[in-house]
């Protein structure tokens, strides 16, 4: 069973190694000193060169990759070409100042007033879990980690439940579901964790 933890920002539950709060988008960066749960201390041992760099989902990187993905965004969504620019900016800028899922939905908003709420809140949560996933992943894959692992959120969908199912994979390889890294679905709330291979037959 997965040791959770308390979100600092609106106090939801996480558990480690989630690279956001999914209930309001938190980005985390776990501390190097904190020992992770029993199961994790087992799946995952970085190598010694990268003990000291593996702290959660590069923001960095996460902030650059938000950046490139505005005409994904305007496409996925049915917004105008027009808006991609801004729309990468905006979660590029949401991710970088910590603004959570309420306060990139409302920036989107204020930029796009046409947008509905619900519709602002979707795409804040769920570009969030793409670039903080996707930021993750590349990480893992750069420093030799050679496996990863569904984390399901609690209100996680079957189809979600059953990437997690399947265990640790290789880092390359794609979950039941057909993607690489959540979120599998529009709205999902789940992370992506690092999983070791190395020893197993």
Known sequence: MQQMYQCPNCKGQVTFGMPSC????????????????????QQYQPPPQYQQQFEGPPMQEAIQYAQTRGTQIATKYGLPPTSANRLAQIVSDGIRNKRGIPGLARD????????????????????TAEVLSQASQDRMIAMGVDGKEWVCAPDSCGMCRANAAVGAIPANQMFPGGVTHPPQHEGCRCAVAPARLTERE
């Open 22 to 41: 999914p209930r309001c988008g938190q980005p985390f960066s776990w501390p190097t000193q904190q020992q992770p749960p029993p199961q994790y201390q």
């Open 108 to 127: 989107i908003r204020k930029e796009f007033p046409d947008i509905s709420k619900s519709q602002s809140e979707l795409i804040a949560r769920t570009e």
